[in-house]
């Protein structure tokens, strides 16, 4: 069965500094790793996901996530944060059955200045 | 582009009453899915939809129903609504099985049952 633990509800950080969120994942066959981001009163928009090939996904908005087979993770990241990316992040992973997506509890990230 | 509407963004109701949430997709995407979030607990999943007609129980069904008459609308039917169906409901879609495909999501509709 595929699952996704997210460490963390809650993470903040100040303005510049780097953003690291993390997410690490239960699958049966080889994941397909998503990380989506969702504004205050919006729905879920995707940020980048991993399917096959390189390791290293780059995403809108400046973030990118790297897949680690060996630690079954998929670490979300962002060198500098903005003010801007206040909100609550998700990661998920495709059911094995290709039919849903299975996703974290989320983590909310605040950003200070 | 995707685009997903919800029918409402906010949305009031009385204990007892029956509540429709429509979700629309314009993108011709097989399946949909019906979600509620609640603060600490994520995203639960209701019902998803593969087909017209065709439908299979989530995570937590129990109190609510779904109906797919058309291949671009999929709707979720609160019986005799309940407080504890106070959330926020999101609906996704996404095109046919396949495990590399994301979920596109409507904006979200906040029920509040009084």
């Known amino acids: 069965a595929q699952s996704v633990t997210q460490l963390g509800s809650h993470v903040s950080v100040s303005e510049g500094a780097l953003v690291l969120l993390r997410c690490n994942y239960s699958s049966s066959v080889p994941p397909y790793l998503f990380w989506y981001v969702q504004y205050p009163n919006q729905g879920l928009q995707l940020l980048l996901k991993y399917t096959t090939g390189a390791t290293l996904v780059k995403g809108i908005n400046g973030f990118e996530a790297e897949f680690k087979k060996s630690e079954t993770s998929f670490h979300l990241t962002k060198p500098s944060a903005h003010m801007s990316d206040a909100a609550e992040y998700f990661c998920a992973v495709s059911n094995q059955a290709g039919t849903a997506l299975i996703f974290g509890k989320g983590t909310t990230l605040s950003v200070s200045s | 582009d995707v685009k997903v509407t919800q029918s409402s963004r906010y949305l009031v109701k009385r204990t007892g009453e029956k509540v429709f949430l429509e979700c629309v997709q314009d993108?011709?995407?097989?399946?949909m899915f019906w979600y509620r979030q609640d603060p600490g607990l994520g995203l639960r999943l209701i019902y998803f939809?593969?087909?017209?007609?065709?439908?299979e129980k989530g995570d937590i069904p129990e109190g609510y129903s779904v109906s797919r008459e058309k291949k671009e609308r999929f709707s979720l039917i609160l019986e005799s609504a309940s407080t504890n169906q106070t959330s926020m409901y999101l609906c996704?879609?996404?095109?046919?099985?396949?495990?590399?495909?994301?979920?596109?999501f409507g904006p979200g509709t906040r029920l509040t049952v009084t």
């Open positions: 939809s593969y087909d017209v007609k065709m439908k």
């Open positions: 993108m011709d995407h097989e399946n």
């Open positions: 996704a879609s996404r095109p046919s099985r396949g495990r590399g495909y994301e979920q596109y």
